[in-house]
């Protein structure tokens, strides 16, 4: 079965990791812009972050046959450093033009403060002169308040529900999201926020309508497959193959393509791939034989 990962940090992932994701079945990957683990000191190195994303991280997915996608925003984390936060934020609407860019994101609430409430608002303002759907974050701590907060806002801003995507979601939250009409993301972990078991209640409690699943992996202790580890879960407890695919693929392609950025069709079309491909003279080969085909 073919998938797609919604929610994943390539840039601190390895390239076993694209080749182990591709042997899985994952055809492509969202990447969402976010935090580095450290704060960044100014706006030049966002700026060529977002030139990773849109160039090297997409050319060194494309050598394992992974089409890869984006979102940009500034993270809600770092949106509580000023100045640079309203510098990043300037810089914005020059990325969210760039092919590739499927969303504003990640934005929303880390510790719910005055500061990222204002970059919420800004980014929301933003998707909406760019056209864009937007994936927001939300807080691991206080998250029940935290994702009404978050929903309270996107009413507020008159944002049409259906272009918003509630990453992170639990028990505690899902039913709230779902109510609101935006989608319902979730981030299946190694032993915390959710697992595959508890991914699977929830599906049969409440349907596959809106609900996406992403493994969230970055430079932290995550699994990159846990897309294709929490299908395979969903087969052994018994859901139907065609509301599994509307899970792992159907849903997010619908989600992410109103950005005009990606398409079922071209989606289906398995890319081609050939390691002899340069990327401004750089290669993802140390002197391996480059792999050409499928
Ligand atoms: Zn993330």
New binding site residues.
């Given amino acids: 079965m073919r998938m797609i990962d919604p929610?994943i940090?390539m840039t601190s992932r390895t390239t076993d990791d694209y080749a182990a994701m591709a042997a899985a079945g994952i055809a492509a990957v969202v990447e969402?812009a976010?935090w580095l683990g450290q704060p960044r000191t100014r706006v030049g190195t966002f700026e060529d972050y977002f030139l990773s994303l849109i160039g090297w991280e997409r050319f060194r997915a494309s050598q394992f046959g992974i089409r890869h996608f984006c979102t940009i925003a500034l993270n809600p984390k770092e949106a509580n450093q000023q100045p640079l936060a309203d510098e990043v934020i300037a810089l914005l609407p020059r990325y969210l033009e760039k092919d590739g860019v499927v969303a504003v994101g990640?934005i929303g609430y880390d510790d719910v403060t005055a500061a990222e409430e204002k970059a919420f608002e800004r980014q929301i303002a933003l998707a909406r002169e760019h056209d864009l759907p937007v994936l927001v974050?939300t807080p691991h701590r206080d998250k029940k308040r935290g994702t009404e907060r978050s929903l309270d806002l996107v009413r507020a801003a008159g944002f049409p529900v259906e272009r918003v995507l509630i990453?992170h979601n639990n028990e505690e939250t899902l039913p709230g999201v779902l109510d609101s009409g935006c989608w319902a993301g979730h981030?299946i972990y190694p032993n915390t926020k959710m697992d595959e078991q508890r991914m699977v209640a929830l599906v049969k409690k409440f349907g596959v309508e809106r609900i996406i699943i992403n493994s969230?992996a970055?430079w932290g202790v995550s699994d990159p497959l846990k897309v294709p580890k929490t299908a395979a879960a969903f087969r052994d407890a018994g859901i139907a193959a065609t509301d599994i695919e509307i899970v792992v693929w159907r849903n997010p392609i619908a989600f992410f393509s109103t950005s005009g950025r990606m398409d079922l069709r071209d989606l289906e079309a398995q890319p081609g791939i050939d390691q002899r491909e340069l990327w401004e003279g750089n290669s993802v080969l140390r002197g391996q034989a480059p792999r050409v085909g499928r």
């Fill in positions: 929610h940090h969402p976010f990640e974050h990453d981030s969230a970055d």
